[in-house]
């Protein structure tokens, strides 16, 4: 069964560094989707970023990118110039795109960012 | 509506009652999943409907936990004796699911459950 793991439960960066915030999974299957959201206070669930297991490059979205080592099964979400806004939750999920479960989209324990002035 | 949308908001209700939450997901959207979250804790997985396809509901907890999806589009997760243990936000999302393409799922605010 498909597994990720987060294993920084909690983490401190300064405003205006950059922070990488680490996921790994675990699955046998060559074709999945490896998904970051992020949570705040409120509790909304935000889509921050999307990658795919056959995209040569690794994502971009903003200040958001994914350090993606396949090889390796890490996903890890990068952060650059963190805003105190950045202060939340974050999420990384995958989907297996075929098999018994196709399309089921299972989460990490997340990671709680803090951000300090 | 143009999000998720997920009834009621709160409940609060007694140890031992049972409880229907509702979630009506985005027009068109095949996959659909309930998710709960603890205070502080992450998105534990409950189950999954994907189209006409029976549903993954390797996540319920125990068999006082079941979930429908009537026609594809709405469901209901229903908890029935509920135990001070239930007590969480209850998460539902809906995404379309396409292979290799990036769909990703569309949260509801959640339905946060207190049993007392």
Known sequence: AQKITQTQPGMF???????T??????????????????????????????QGSYDQQNATEGRYSLNFQKARKSANLVISASQ????A???????LNYGGSQGNLIFGKGTKLSVKP | GAGVSQS????????????ELR??????????????QSLGQGLEFLIYFQGNSAPDKSGLPS???SAERTGGSVSTLTIQRTQQEDSAVYLCAS???????NTEAFFGQGTRLTVV
């Open chain 1, 13 to 19: 960066v300064q405003e205006k560094e950059a922070v």
């Open chain 2, 63 to 65: 068999d006082r936990f």
């Open chain 2, 23 to 36: 979630c009506d997901p985005i027009s068109g959207h095949t996959a659909l999943y309930w998710y709960r």
């Open chain 2, 8 to 19: 009621p908001s709160n409940k609060v209700t007694e140890k031992g009652k049972d409880v």
């Open chain 1, 21 to 50: 915030l680490d996921c790994t999974y675990d699955t046998s299957d060559p074709s999945y989707g490896l998904f970051w959201y992020k949570q705040p206070s409120s509790g909304e669930m935000i889509f921050l970023i999307y």
């Open chain 2, 95 to 101: 995404s379309l699911v396409v292979t290799r393409t």
């Open chain 1, 84 to 87: 105190l806004g950045d202060s």
């Open chain 1, 89 to 95: 939750m974050y999420f990384c999920a995958m989907r």
